[in-house]
């Protein structure tokens, strides 16, 4: 008798569920006529059964920090009651950032898989199909509890926080950086090659308010005249993808550490691979500089992923402590992958 799997499917739009709307203009886009997901529930040797829960049906660029946080609870209150795995689609062109906001404050046991598509049903090399039938599999298997949350894209099975899109149309258009994908799906089954760090969930309440966080790129000869008004247009939290392991022009010096010093600033590498150095290079702008200047270093996590972070820590009440560390668990030496 085949095992019995009961899988709770959230879906948010993207590609895998967009179609044509001639009312809306030329393109594709998902929307509330996109059929149910759920069809593709088909696990070879289990008894899958599948609940659909559809929330906003949209390009994954206008997804919000509240929406993920309702896909949350919702997925809390499935895995409190007998839910064996849960699934979430999204569109791909945040799909590392939305990833990554769930797998920071995924507390459950189950696992938890995010997946999508590169091209849409309309296609016929539509990859939609294939990648929710192996996130299907991935939750339907029980070696893969307490893992946090996964990406599954092309057959390749991704820790969010490494997780990178690197191409804007091919099918293989994600990447690890560091360790390189955590396992595969292949044939019949599912190969775990290392097992993910479970860091500390975040607890966030669900009526939480996520404050603005924003993210600036270094960038040769910029003279940082952007930097002056983030704090009086509102913004909580800076992150800085700074060039190489960590700099700036020195004409960003100055006004990064007045803003240090009325909210977090976080540097994180522009290359996006290698972690933010501490204690290598001097002078106005390098990393020593701005951590004298009261800049955090974001670890390994590149700048969206550092964003998303502190956009949670954020919303959860963090103060600087518990920030930094939070940003130390993704520090090089812990990264034991």
């Not at 799909?95 to 309309?122: C, K, N, Y």
Request: a negative charge; one cysteine or more.
């Amino acid at each position: 008798m085949a095992d019995h799997r009961r899988i709770a499917l959230c879906t948010l739009g993207g590609t895998i569920a967009a179609r044509p709307h001639p009312a809306s203009g030329p393109g594709v886009s998902p929307g509330e006529i996109s059929p149910p997901l759920r069809s593709a529930s088909i696990v070879p040797g289990v008894d899958v059964e599948v609940s659909e829960r559809r929330f906003e049906q949209v390009a994954s660029a206008a997804v919000n920090f509240s929406t993920i946080r309702e896909v949350l609870t919702h997925a809390e209150w499935e895995a409190d009651r007998g839910a064996t795995g849960i699934v979430v689609t999204c569109g791909t062109d945040m799909l590392e950032e939305i990833a990554f906001a769930l797998d920071v404050q995924w507390s459950r046991r189950v696992p938890l898989v995010v997946t999508g598509a590169m091209r849409h049903p309309g296609l016929r090399s539509a990859d939609g199909p294939a990648n929710l039938t192996a996130a299907f599999r991935i939750v339907a298997e029980s070696s893969f509890t307490d893992l946090g949350c996964l990406v599954v894209m092309n057959d390749r099975v991704h820790a969010p926080w490494q997780l990178q899109k690197r191409h804007t149309s091919n099918t293989d258009a994600f990447t690890s950086v560091h360790s390189g994908p955590v396992g595969e799906v292949c044939e019949n089954g599912v190969h775990l090659y290392s097992r993910p760090v479970r860091r500390r969930s975040i607890s966030v309440s669900p009526d939480a308010q996520f404050p603005p966080v924003t993210l600036v790129r270094a960038a040769l000869a910029d003279d940082g005249r952007m930097l002056g008004p983030l704090v009086d247009l509102g913004y909580r939290g800076l992150v800085v993808e700074a060039a190489g392991g960590g700099s700036v022009p020195p004409a960003w010096a100055a006004p990064l550490e007045k803003i240090a010093s009325t909210i977090p600033v976080l540097y994180a590498t522009r290359p996006g691979a290698g972690p933010a150095l501490r204690s290598t290079y001097g002078g106005t702008g390098a990393e020593i500089d701005l951590q004298s200047r009261g800049l955090i270093p974001a670890g390994v996590l590149d700048g969206l992923k550092a964003r998303v972070l502190l956009c949670v820590l954020l919303a959860a009440g963090a103060d600087d402590t518990d920030i930094r560390n939070a940003l130390d668990s993704y520090s090089a030496p812990a990264l034991g992958q």
